[in-house]
Each structure stands twice: as structure tokens, then as C-alpha cells.
């Protein structure tokens, strides 16, 4: 009894508290006791996995998962400390974190058992607030992603989900398109860091050493990688329609992870108005560029124009026009499989390697040395050779660290037919996740003496070879796995990498640092600690540090 009024008590609490994802979550407890009910009525012989334990059966789990998925990661992580699957259920349904190389084989197999649309479903509904006639088309669509329509499907029905992988494999995954993005990347990024050094200078009170300036490094990356992440592969007329998309975009992450569950709207009235705020601007923007653009001129098979930005983007809009979806749902699209995929998990993961590089001031040297060698004068300019810079050892090692440490995706499928996993005959209707934040810091995989798991060492995939450092991740990739895998893996990864070290060698070579301490967020003031990952990103996208950096900071070039 004591255990049920300290949970109320909680309940009212977090409510209190405006915790926007426990709240939905006390929406749904009526309908959780009713599936709970159902299901202990359905005697099964079946072997079961082993479960994870919860103080109120059916109701514990649930609870901690919505609210709380950093407890909940560290206690699955004991769980599976001894064995590689362990169950719990969500709102009545099974759902099963798998670990281990051979699990994550079969759970990025491509199989007739295994699916993902219904995920993808669960996005384009609550995150981009799609129409639901709309979201009827993508439901309808049972033709799978593989070039011949599954069987049983109408051989001349529209394949959304065929047409939309397609286009995203040709335009983002080919070195072609993820080159020309990278290039137009790295101009308007060093064209951004620029324009926000001269302003810093311009409002700065120091004049003493009029060179020097202060900034924050949060702040810094949130406008400049994500403008220039945007104008690469929306164009720039994206900002002529909606000059504050930055602050609407930043504004919605905020509530990603509490949308994505689809909350009842009268008792989140604020997390659906931040996402009509940016998603109703990427609706206009989408309409007025696909009336602007001459899809009969001679930018249409361009690598970059003003109005559309890359020919991904190009070749995507059209396709959404085409399809007939209404300008609500093109706007969905545009902000969320745009802007939110272009920045929700680079900005994060590079403000982490920022800020490493700068604290380690030896580190900082060594990156510069090693990114010397990628740095080509060409027609007055400055710029990296992609192809040198991708394949500097050290700067490799550090991609992987912070993609390691600070991507923290459940990367998500669904059993649609039998299948088993370790021993184990998981039932239709179950859900997997595979935590990358539990295989990413598996001790026995990546820990080395002096260097655990845990801990961001920037040599950790550097081997010397008489004398020449070379790069080798540690672990395999059945333990590494940001992007997903299989046929779902991230289109965008080719270039998220580019954009990543692109990032890190400009902001190494480009200015001078000096630390000058840690912030806290929130107030503004001095922390005395450095930061940890946010807890309240776990398990959903790119973690940011909880604690931002001020530095002082000199152009070089
Ligand atoms: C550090 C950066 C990034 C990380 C960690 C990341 C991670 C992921 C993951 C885990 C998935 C799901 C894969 C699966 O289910 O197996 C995904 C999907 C996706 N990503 Fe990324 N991503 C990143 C950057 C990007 C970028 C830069 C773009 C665009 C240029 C992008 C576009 C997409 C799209 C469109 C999908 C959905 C694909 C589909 O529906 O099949 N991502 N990403």
C-alpha cells in the first residue's frame, strides 16, 4: 500500500512538474490495466524470455520507459549484464532489448519476420502531423521496400515506401550526392563561422585585444552548423519564407521525444503548438518553393540551386507533390526527414568533440598537425580535401568516440512473424530494440587498461604500425551500430560523417581557444563541473552535454 501511495504521489508530482511524458503515460493507464488483464487470461506454454523485474507488474516498466529511459537503459544494461535479451512490457505489449553480435545480426537481417514500417507509421503521424487520409497511402502500402512488390500485392499499385527508400539510397547514400552535399557543406559552414565571429566582434565590450573574443560553444554550433547543414540541403530560400526557422526548429526538439508518443493534444496543448509553430512554416516554405522552382530550366539536375537546395531535396519535394499529400504533410516531411535528420543527432554528437578538443589542449594541437596535411588553398580559398580528411587516423578515432559515446538511439524493428532470437520464440506483434547506448559501452568490447569504456579516449581506434598510427575501430560492427542497420540504415550516414569531421577539422584549424569555464544551461552561471550527457535525450536521438563551454576565441584564418 505504501509502494502505490508513493507512486500516486509521484503521478502528481511529475504532473505538477509539467513531466510531459509521465502525464501521457497516466492517460494511458486505464487502457494498460485492461491489455494486463487480457494477457494474464492468455496462458502460454511457450518458452519465455526472462523478463525485467518491476515492483507493480505492468505498470513499473511502463512507467520508468516513458518517463524515465535513462534509469531504465541503466537497469536493462545489469539485466543484460548475463544474458543477451530481456523483456518488459509497454502498454500491454512485448516489447525485448536484444544484445550481443549474433542478436543484432538477426535484428538487422533482412527478413520477411522482421519489419519497420509501423515505426515509421508512429513519425509521420506524430511528428510530422501528417493527415491521416495521408497517412492512410504510407498504411495501405504493404509492398515492402525490395525492388519486386511482396506477394500478394497489386503489381501496379503506388509503392510509397519502395519510391521513398529509393530516392533517398540514389540522392544521399551515393558517394556522388554525398560528396556534392559535403562540399556545399563545408562552404556555407566556414561562410556561417564567419558571420557570427564578426558579430561576436562587433558587440564585444573587451577591446583591449580587439582579436579576441567570447562565445558559448552551444549556442555557436546550434546556429551555424544547423544554418549550414540546411542551406546544403534545403537551399536558402527556405530562410527568405521563414527567417526564424532556426529558433522554431530548436524550439520543437525540445519536444521531440514527448510527441513522438502521440500524447493526447488537450493535455499538451504546448508541445502541439511548438510543432504546428515549425512544422506549419516548413508547410509554407515547401509550398511556395515548389511553385517558385523552374522544374523545366536548367537547374533541375543541378547538384545545389538557390530554391531547393541539393537534388535529393529537388527529387523528394516533387515526389511529395506527386503523390498528392497535402501541403500540411509536405511540411511534416520538410521539417522532420529535413531539418530534423540533417541536425538532432550531428549537432549534438559535434558539440561533444568541440568541446573534448578544446579541454584537451594536447589534443587540440594533435587534430591541428593531423588536419594540416587535408587543408588545400584552391581559387584564394581554404577548404579540406574530403577524401584526405576522412581518412586521417586520429580524426577517425575521434568520430567514433563521440558517435559512440553520445548517440543513444533504441533503434527499432517489429516481429511480424514468429521469429526466434537466443533461444527464444518471440510472438507477431512484439517489439525489438536494440540499444546502441548498452552495446556501445560494453567494458569487454571497447574498455582498455587505464581507458574504460565510459570514458571518451580520442586514441581509442589508433594502432601504430612501425611508428605510423592507423585507424582501427575497436569493437565490430555488430557492437557499433549509430545508423542503424540493414535495409533501414540511415541514408544520410555517408554524409553525416563528412559533416561531422568537416565540423571538428574547421573549428581546429579555424580560431584559437581559450577555456575559460562550464556553464549552466539553464542560469547562465558558472558550473563547477563538467558536463555529462542529458539525461533526458537518452534512448531518443544525439545526447548534448547537460553543461555548456565558454571560451575565449581568435579567427587564424
Ligand atoms: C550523427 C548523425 C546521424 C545519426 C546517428 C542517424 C541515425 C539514424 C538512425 C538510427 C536511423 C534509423 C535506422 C534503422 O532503423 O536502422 C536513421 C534514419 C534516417 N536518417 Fe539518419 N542519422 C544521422 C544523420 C542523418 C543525416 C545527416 C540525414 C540526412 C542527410 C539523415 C537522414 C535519415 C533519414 C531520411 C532516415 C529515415 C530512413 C527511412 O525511413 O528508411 N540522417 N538515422
Redesign the pocket.
Given at each position: 500500500m505504501y509502494a502505490l501511495n508513493e507512486a500516486v504521489a509521484n503521478v502528481r508530482h511529475q504532473i505538477e512538474s509539467h513531466d510531459t511524458r509521465f502525464t501521457i503515460l497516466v492517460g494511458s493507464l486505464g487502457l494498460l490495466f485492461l491489455l494486463a488483464l487480457a494477457l494474464r487470461s492468455s496462458p502460454t506454454n511457450q518458452k519465455q524470455a526472462p523478463m525485467l523485474s518491476e515492483t507493480i507488474p505492468y505498470v513499473s516498466n511502463t512507467l520508468q520507459y516513458m518517463t524515465n529511459m535513462n534509469t531504465f537503459l541503466a537497469r536493462t544494461k545489469k539485466a543484460l549484464a548475463k544474458r543477451n535479451i530481456v523483456g518488459f512490457r509497454l502498454g500491454g505489449r512485448p516489447f525485448y532489448f536484444l544484445t550481443s553480435p549474433p542478436n543484432i545480426q538477426t535484428f538487422?537481417r533482412t527478413s520477411p519476420a522482421i519489419g519497420?514500417e509501423t515505426f515509421?507509421l508512429v513519425a509521420i503521424t506524430n511528428m510530422m502531423g501528417a493527415t491521416p487520409k495521408d497517412v492512410a497511402k504510407f498504411a495501405h502500402d504493404k509492398s515492402g521496400r525490395q525492388p519486386n512488390p511482396a506477394p500478394g500485392t497489386a503489381e501496379d499499385a503506388k509503392r510509397y515506401w519502395f519510391d521513398?527508400?529509393t530516392m533517398?539510397h540514389k540522392y544521399?547514400s551515393t558517394t556522388h550526392y554525398s560528396d556534392a552535399?559535403a562540399r556545399t557543406y563545408q562552404r556555407f559552414f566556414n561562410r556561417e563561422l564567419d558571420a557570427y565571429y564578426d558579430s561576436l566582434l562587433a558587440n564585444s565590450s573587451a577591446k583591449d585585444d580587439p582579436e579576441w573574443t567570447e562565445m558559448r560553444i552551444i549556442p555557436l554550433l546550434k546556429a551555424t552548423m544547423a544554418k549550414a547543414?540546411i542551406l546544403s540541403?534545403q537551399g536558402e530560400y527556405i530562410f527568405e519564407v521563414v527567417p526564424d526557422l532556426l529558433d522554431r526548429f530548436w524550439d520543437y526538439d525540445k519536444v521531440l521525444s514527448t510527441i513522438l508518443y502521440g500524447p493526447p493534444k488537450w493535455l499538451f496543448p504546448g508541445v502541439y503548438a511548438k510543432a504546428e509553430r515549425f512544422c506549419g512554416a516548413t508547410a509554407k516554405f515547401h509550398q511556395a518553393a515548389v511553385a517558385k522552382f523552374d522544374w523545366e530550366g536548367p537547374d533541375r539536375e543541378k547538384d545545389w540551386d538557390p530554391v531547393l537546395g541539393s537534388r535529393?531535396w529537388r527529387e523528394f519535394s516533387r515526389w511529395l507533390t506527386d503523390c498528392g499529400f497535402t501541403p500540411r504533410t509536405c511540411g511534416g516531411f520538410a521539417g522532420v526527414?529535413g531539418i530534423v535528420?540533417?541536425n538532432a543527432?550531428?549537432v549534438p554528437?559535434c558539440t561533444w568533440a568541440i568541446m573534448e578538443m578544446i579541454r584537451g589542449q594536447e589534443l587540440l594541437t594533435r587534430l591541428r598537425d593531423e588536419i594540416a596535411g587535408a587543408l588545400v588553398e584552391e581559387d584564394g580559398e581554404t577548404r579540406f580535401d574530403l577524401q584526405r580528411l576522412v581518412n586521417l587516423p586520429l580524426l577517425q578515432s575521434v568520430y567514433v568516440e563521440v558517435?559512440r559515446l553520445r548517440?543513444s538511439?533504441n533503434?527499432?524493428?517489429e516481429v511480424v512473424q514468429p521469429l526466434e532470437v537466443d533461444g527464444y520464440l518471440l510472438k507477431p506483434g512484439s517489439v525489438l530494440q536494440a540499444p546502441t547506448e548498452i552495446s556501445h559501452y560494453d567494458e569487454a568490447v571497447w574498455g582498455v587498461e587505464g581507458h574504460p569504456a565510459a570514458e571518451f579516449w580520442a586514441e581509442r581506434h589508433v594502432k601504430y604500425v612501425d611508428g605510423v598510427p592507423v585507424f582501427e575501430m575497436r569493437g565490430r560492427p555488430t557492437d557499433f551500430?549509430?545508423?542503424?542497420?540493414?535495409v533501414?540504415?540511415?541514408?544520410?550516414?555517408h554524409?553525416?560523417k563528412q559533416?561531422?569531421m568537416l565540423t571538428i577539422a574547421m573549428l581546429a584549424s579555424k580560431f584559437e581557444y581559450e577555456f575559460v569555464g562550464w556553464v549552466d544551461i539553464a542560469s547562465g552561471r558558472p558550473s563547477d563541473r563538467p558536463p555529462i550527457n542529458d539525461p533526458k535525450y537518452a534512448g531518443a536521438a544525439?545526447v548534448p552535454p547537460d553543461r555548456d563551454m565558454r571560451v575565449r576565441v581568435k579567427r587564424l584564418w
Open positions: 538487422f519497420f515509421i521513398m527508400q533517398m544521399l552535399l547543414a540541403l535529393f526527414t535528420a540533417i543527432n550531428t554528437v558517435m548517440v538511439i533503434v527499432t524493428r551500430f549509430p545508423y542503424g542497420g540493414g533501414a540504415i540511415c541514408p544520410g550516414r554524409f553525416a559533416e561531422i544525439g
